[in-house]
């Protein structure tokens, strides 16, 4: 039986959930991910785990912050001028929209936190950030 290696394609499912048991993501209900080992499509520690696995194989990990999405960073709260954002897609509160920040042209979900005629203010960081991450990733096949 081959082994997963860096470089590989594989076929992976997985389930990600929080340590209060809320499942964050869970991939068994759909096709099968198709990914290159460390082209990063998921998280690198993610990924990483897959290595040296055998196909039909599973494990269980748990990731910190530093492995996962990292810590608060409140430079990433910031003000939007509401005369950009067309009145009919104007965001409520808690509503997440994908938003383009004009100084570097880059697409960027953000949580906006809140608003007024004039402004929102956004939070740009990820919301699972600054929480211990648990997964099970079965390694379907090596391609």
């Known amino acids: 039986m081959a082994t997963a290696e860096e470089g590989d394609t594989v076929l992976i499912h997985y ?34 785990a897959l290595v040296g ?8 990990l748990r990731l910190a912050p530093d492995h996962g999405y990292g810590y608060y960073m409140p430079d990433l709260v910031f003000t ?21 920040i004009e ?3 880059e697409d960027v979900e953000v949580m906006v936190m809140r608003t007024t ?3 929102c203010v956004v939070d ?10 648990n997964f099970t990733v079965s390694l379907l096949e090596v391609c």
């Open 15 to 48: 389930v990600g959930w929080l340590d209060d048991q809320t499942v964050f993501c869970d991939s068994r209900n759909e096709e099968p991910i198709e990914l290159v080992i460390g082209e990063n499509y998921l998280l690198p520690a993610l990924e990483f």
């Open 53 to 60: 696995m055998g196909s039909g194989e599973e494990k269980a």
């Open 80 to 100: 939007v001028n509401s005369g950009r954002i067309p009145p009919a897609s104007l965001p409520e509160i808690g509503e997440k929209k994908r938003v383009t």
């Open 103 to 105: 100084r570097d042209d």
């Open 117 to 119: 005629e004039d402004i």
């Open 124 to 133: 740009g960081n990820h919301p699972l950030v600054g929480k211990t991450l």
